[in-house]
């Protein structure tokens, strides 16, 4: 069974780049699959960031496009989301997920336990 | 961008009664070329990551118990909870798969009455 958990810094200053990495076991993302992130920020709603697929291939929404790099190592089992310029609007539990298809246009299957990330100085 | 508007925001239901949330998109997710509704359902729990309960609208993902069920096509969505459980008690999401960016809807927090 597929297991993804996140991990990375956990407090981000304003205007630095946030990093989270999602580790991915029991399935090889080599195997197929887009692999996602989605946040939610404190009492708000699941909002998705972006998808990659093991070649490399991403989409990302447009309201986060020009701050947001994902990033895959297959042969590390991992994928990697960076978000530059963060604010105190960036503050949230930020999810990894597999999409169920080897398709971006799909739900998420299988998801990390997410992990709060706080911007503040 | 496609929409996702459910209702109602929150709704209490006693124990072993039904529960009705409504997802309306913004414009249709059925792909006319497979007459399959782009439209997944979530269940989320507090300290949990968000479950998936449905895809294709009303296909059951394996393991959700068949109390709970997908209806609609086109723009408007139903998930329906036969009867209420404790443990069903959760914020419901829909999201559509339709089109980028993936939208999710605002949420529907089920609680006991």
């Known amino acids: 069974q597929v297991q993804l958990q996140e991990s990375g810094p956990r407090l981000v200053k304003p205007s630095e780049t946030l990093s989270l990495t999602c580790s991915v076991s029991g399935y090889s993302i080599s195997s197929g699959h887009y692999w996602g992130w989605i946040r939610q920020p404190p009492g708000k709603g699941l909002e998705w960031i972006g998808n990659?697929?093991?070649?490399?291939?991403?989409y990302f929404n447009p309201s986060l496009k020009s701050r947001v790099t994902i990033s895959v190592d297959t042969s590390k089992n991992q994928f990697s989301l960076r978000l530059s310029s963060v604010t105190a609007a960036d503050t949230a539990v930020y999810y990894c997920?597999?999409?169920?298809?080897?398709?971006?246009?799909?739900?998420?299957?299988?998801w990390g336990q997410g992990t709060l990330v706080t911007v503040s100085s | 961008d496609i929409v996702m508007t459910q209702s109602p925001d929150s709704l209490a239901v006693s124990l072993g009664e039904r529960a009705t949330i409504n997802c309306k998109s913004s414009?249709?997710?059925?792909?006319?070329?497979?007459?399959?509704?782009?439209l997944a359902w979530y269940q989320h729990k507090p300290g949990q990551p968000p479950k998936l309960l449905f895809y294709?609208?009303?296909t059951r993902e394996s393991g959700v118990p068949d109390r709970f069920s997908g209806s609609g096509s086109g723009t408007d969505f139903t998930l329906t909870i036969s009867s209420l459980q404790a443990e069903d008690v959760a914020v419901y999401y829909c999201?559509?798969?339709?089109?980028?960016?993936?939208?999710f809807g605002g949420g529907t927090k089920v609680e006991i009455k």
């Open positions: 999201q559509q798969y339709y089109s980028t960016p993936l939208t």
């Open positions: 414009q249709s997710v059925l792909y006319s070329s497979n007459n399959k509704n782009y």
């Open positions: 997920a597999r999409i169920s298809y080897s398709t971006y246009l799909a739900w998420f299957d299988s």
């Open positions: 294709w609208a009303s």
């Open positions: 990659i697929y093991r070649s490399g291939s991403t």
